[in-house]
């Protein structure tokens, strides 16, 4: 096993940094963005919430740039650099692409993500008067790099590993659980980066509005190596094995971990509030808590009856939360709303909340993180 520790004082610019509190309120002039390298001057977001992108291609005969689902091209200025302005975006996190010459790079003035199966840029606009997930001065707990191999995969796994403050502080104490699974075309690295976790918790822990606990942030893929064809993405069989078998039981084994179900949460976003529904309703002797972030149930076509969603839950699960974006694609809504009322006509005891005015992105996950987190281990 090999650990890389990072700790979120030292290491914020890659794993949690968001800039400070100089977003906090509305912007008055243009603002170099939180996601740029450091050192770098843009891109720049405006009062109104459009961008300025601005580029050295010496070389390049046409450049544009993708963002919000728009495609700018740019122009080159008597100064040989390469600007667009953009039209006002959304609050919240936004990943893009340039294109130069035929060819799609990352900005080189930005930091990367990994979204959509690859490596791109990413601009965070600022939400007026909001600093949950803002970096603060307060005790900052550490995430940890963990590299381990799994027996059932034949392959090593990566796992990033949020330990609170108060983890290295008190050696004799243990801790509750949260399990926590990225989206389709992401990875362990999203919660840590784009979701601003480290920020998240250690300010509400800080607040004592939540119970200092150790999050999971697993790659929340597992292929069998004996399995043959395409295998469907909504099918958990196989992850929900190796959950139970190796991943639950490793870290018990190699971190200070309370071991039963009360202390043991699962969670995820878009597919992985899927399998967070699948494994933890599956297996209610290790789960006491699920929740789902703009994907919830076990699966998008699942059964919403009395078999499948028995009143038993109730005695079961401390809390079963569901959040959708107000914002979010028609079919992924309606989805999840229906299953909200599906599950208050089955008289399930369930938490459900709407993010307004986002889609399927990471304000949502991050204000629905926000909310579930306090509402742990108590």
Same mark, same amino acid.
């Given at each position: 096993m090999r650990i890389i520790k990072l700790s979120l004082l030292v290491a914020a610019v890659l794993l949690v940094s968001c800039g400070g509190t100089k977003q906090v309120g509305v912007l008055t002039q243009p603002?170099?963005? #939180?996601?740029n390298l450091e050192g770098h001057e843009y891109p720049k977001i405006n009062p109104d919430l459009s961008a300025i992108f601005r580029n050295d291609f010496p070389d390049a005969k046409t450049v544009t740039v993708n963002v919000g689902g728009k495609n700018y091209p740019m122009t080159k200025g008597e100064d040989g650099l390469w600007e667009v302005?953009?039209?006002? +975006?959304?609050?919240?996190?936004?990943?893009y692409t340039m294109n130069v010459d035929g060819k799609r790079i990352s900005d080189p003035n930005s930091k990367e993500f990994y979204g959509s199966n690859f490596w791109q840029s990413g601009i965070d606009v600022p939400e007026a008067g909001v600093d949950y997930y803002l970096e603060k001065k307060v005790p900052h707990g550490e995430i940890e790099i963990v590299k381990y191999h799994s027996?059932?995969?034949?392959?090593?796994? #990566? #796992?990033?590993?949020?330990l609170p403050p108060q983890y290295k502080k008190d050696a004799n104490r243990r801790f509750p659980? +949260?399990? +926590?699974?990225?989206?389709?075309?992401?990875?362990?690295?999203?919660?840590?980066?784009?979701?601003k976790l480290g920020n998240i918790m250690d300010n509400l822990i800080a607040a004592?509005?939540?119970?200092p606990m150790i999050i999971v942030m697993e790659h929340?893929?597992?292929?069998?190596?004996?399995a043959t064809g395409r295998q469907n993405m909504f099918d958990f069989t196989f992850f929900e094995k190796v959950m139970v078998e190796e991943i639950v039981p490793y870290f018990d084994a190699h971190y200070r971990t309370l071991t039963d179900r009360d202390n043991r949460a699962i969670c995820g976003l878009s597919l992985g509030g899927f399998q967070s529904y699948t494994i933890g309703l599956d297996h209610p002797e290790m789960f006491g808590w699920i929740g789902g972030f703009s994907g919830s149930g076990r699966g998008p076509n699942d059964?919403?009856?009395?078999?499948?969603?028995?009143?038993?839950?109730?005695?079961q699960y401390h809390v079963l939360y569901i959040s959708i974006g107000t914002d979010e694609p028609a079919g992924m809504y309606q989805g999840i709303h229906d299953l909200h009322v599906a599950l208050e006509g089955l008289g399930i005891n369930h938490i459900y909340y709407e993010s307004p005015g986002t889609g399927h992105e990471w304000l949502t996950w991050r204000r629905s993180l926000h909310q579930f987190a306090p509402m742990l281990f108590k």
């Open positions: 603002t170099s963005a #939180t996601t302005t953009t039209d006002p +975006l959304v609050v919240g996190f936004h990943y027996d059932l995969t034949n392959a090593e796994r #990566t #796992t990033w590993v949020y659980v +949260l399990y +926590l699974f990225h989206g389709a075309g992401e990875d362990e690295t999203g919660w840590g980066t784009q979701g004592k509005e939540a119970e929340a893929v597992a292929t069998d190596p004996n059964r919403r009856d009395a078999e499948m969603y028995p009143k038993s839950i109730n005695d």
